[in-house]
């Protein structure tokens, strides 16, 4: 988490617009003036971050509820799959949707462990 912080604290004093400076100014004060931000602004971005955080958790838990559900419907085009092949039936159908099942779980633990390592401290 305070990585985010850290990366959303740097992405906005990055995104400042570059300050005239006159060859009176010295590199302390133009480096203060450059990095400053005020505390409204440091808490706006705090709110921001709690924000994404809350957001990416969401997420997170969509992702496991739409896990657990491929997970049963996997099981269940197997259970398919077995069943058409004791009756000598065409499983060609049924095995490429079941390939598409496991492709459609790979993915959505891909974003699951995406989601996890942003959240990690």
């Known amino acids: 988490m305070e990585r985010?912080?850290?990366?959303?604290?740097?992405?906005?004093?990055s995104v400042k617009a570059?300050?005239?400076?006159?060859?009176?100014?010295?590199?302390?004060?133009?480096?203060?003036?450059?990095?400053?931000?005020?505390?409204?602004?440091?808490v706006g971005e705090a709110a921001r971050f709690v924000m994404l955080n809350e957001a990416l958790l969401d997420e997170l838990r969509q992702l496991e509820r739409d896990t657990v559900?491929?997970?049963?419907?996997?099981?269940?085009?197997?259970?398919l799959v077995i069943s058409l092949k004791r009756q000598n039936q065409d499983t060609s159908n049924a095995q490429a949707e079941l390939e598409g099942l496991r492709e459609n779980q790979r993915c959505l633990q891909q974003d699951r462990h995406r989601i996890l390592s942003l959240l990690q401290p």
């Not at 985010?4 to 004093?13: R, T, Y």
């Not at 559900?69 to 259970?79: F, H, T």
């Open 4 to 13: 985010l912080f850290a990366e959303l604290v740097i992405s906005m004093l």
């Open 69 to 79: 559900e491929g997970e049963r419907r996997l099981a269940e085009q197997e259970a």
């Open 18 to 42: 570059p300050r005239e400076t006159t060859p009176r100014e010295n590199l302390p004060t133009r480096l203060a003036a450059s990095a400053s931000l005020s505390l409204g602004s440091l």
